[in-house]
C-alpha cells in the first residue's frame, strides 16, 4: 500500500457526496502491484519435503559426528545389558544408557520419522516401521560392513529427500534460521531452534507444521 494525493475532482467529490464535514482528506491509500503478499512458488509437497531434509540434515550430522568420534551404536552395555535385560526396569533404562548412546537414538529417531512419515503420511503400521530400522539403523549382530552401509543408506535417503524439496530446502531452511537469528553455518543450527521450541508454542507449531518435529 501507498498513499498518493487527492486530485481536485477526487477532493470536490468529497463534499459533493455528503462528507462535508471538516476539511477534505489529502492523501488516498492505493494498493502497489506486487507490494503484496506473494504466494509461494513451492508446492506443498515439496514444502513438507524441505522440513523434512532439514530435519534429516540435522540428525544425520548427530549419527556421523558420535560415529566419527569411536562410538559404537551396538556397545554391548548399552544395547544388550540396558535395553535388553530383563531385570532393569524401564523406568531406570535412560539412567543407565550412556550420554552418547542417547544423543544417537535421538538423531536416529528424528531421522526415521522423518522417512517415515514421508513414505507412509501420517499413519506409520509396525511393519513400516521394522523396515525402516532395518534399513537405516545399526542392531546387534550388525557387522562392520553392515553398520558402513546402513551409514550411507542414510545418506542417500537425505540426498533423495534434498532432490524431493527442490529449492524450497535452502528458502526453508535459511528463512527458519533467520526468523530466530540463528546463524545458519552453526552445526547445531536446527538443534537450537528445537530447544527454544519447547518454551515458545507459536514457533513449535511453525516448526511442526514444516515438518521439523513431530
Given amino acids: 500500500m501507498a498513499l498518493v494525493p487527492l486530485n481536485d ?3 470536490t467529490s468529497y463534499f459533493s457526496e455528503g462528507s462535508n464535514q471538516g476539511q477534505a482528506p489529502q492523501y488516498k491509500a492505493i494498493q502497489i502491484e506486487g507490494a503484496g503478499k506473494s504466494k509461494s512458488p513451492f508446492t506443498e509437497g515439496e514444502k513438507k519435503a524441505a522440513g523434512r531434509a532439514v530435519r534429516m540434515e540435522n540428525a544425520v550430522r548427530t549419527i556421523n559426528s558420535l560415529e566419527d568420534s569411536g562410538f559404537n551404536p551396538v556397545n554391548f552395555k548399552d544395547t544388550m545389558i540396558v535395553e535388553n535385560a530383563p531385570f532393569i526396569p524401564d523406568l531406570l533404562e535412560n539412567f543407565l544408557k550412556s550420554n552418547k548412546y542417547q544423543l544417537y537414538q ?5 531421522f526415521t520419522t522423518s522417512q517415515l512419515r514421508d513414505e507412509t503420511g501420517a499413519v506409520i503400521n509396525e511393519s513400516e516401521e521394522v523396515f525402516i530400522q532395518r534399513s537405516y539403523v545399526p542392531v546387534p549382530g550388525d557387522t562392520p560392513d553392515t553398520i558402513k552401509a546402513k551409514r550411507e543408506a542414510r545418506r542417500l535417503a537425505l540426498e533423495a ?6 529449492k524450497a530446502y535452502n528458502k526453508i ?4 534460521l533467520a526468523e530466530e537469528n540463528i546463524d545458519s553455518s552453526s552445526d547445531n543450527a536446527l538443534d537450537i531452534l528445537i530447544e527454544r521450541s519447547k518454551t515458545d508454542k507459536a514457533l513449535r507449531a511453525t516448526l511442526q507444521e514444516r515438518g521439523l518435529v513431530d
Fill in 106 to 110: 535421538r538423531a536416529m529417531n528424528d
Fill in 9 to 11: 475532482q477526487e477532493k
Fill in 173 to 176: 531452511k535459511k528463512d527458519m
Fill in 161 to 166: 529427500m534434498k532432490a524431493n524439496a527442490g
